[in-house]
């Protein structure tokens, strides 16, 4: 079975960039609409960006468009999320995850972003 693994997460200033990976085991890398969502303390699951399985088609959180960027890597089974600009309010647990189909069935354990201002 699929399972999402992310890293790249650390501690960062405001203002600063970090780029998280998500590796996703398994042959059908290439079908996944893949997903990148965070949860802030306090505060409930929200969805950051998205890369659809076919044409590559992206969207984003309003919070984050223009500074944060989603990519796909199909041959090394790889999703990117490069982030820009951070902001203490970027500050979260962000989760990786990848749909077979219309809902998002496979997540990752969670890698901490921490952005200090």
């Known amino acids: 079975q699929e399972q999402p693994v992310e890293s790249g997460g650390g501690l960062v200033q405001a203002g600063g960039s970090l780029r998280l990976s998500c590796l996703v085991s398994?042959?059908?890398?290439?079908?996944?609409?893949l997903g990148w969502f965070r949860r802030a303390p306090g505060k409930e699951r929200e969805f950051v960006a998205s890369i659809s399985r076919s044409t590559g088609t992206t969207r984003y959180a309003d919070s984050v468009k223009g500074r944060f960027t989603i990519s796909r890597d199909n041959a090394k089974n790889t999703m990117y999320l490069q982030m820009n600009s951070l902001e203490p309010e970027d500050t979260a647990v962000y989760y990786c995850a990848a749909a077979p189909a219309t809902l998002y069935q496979y997540w990752g354990q969670g890698t901490q972003v921490t952005v200090s201002s």
């Open positions: 398994g042959r059908t890398f290439a079908s996944y609409t």
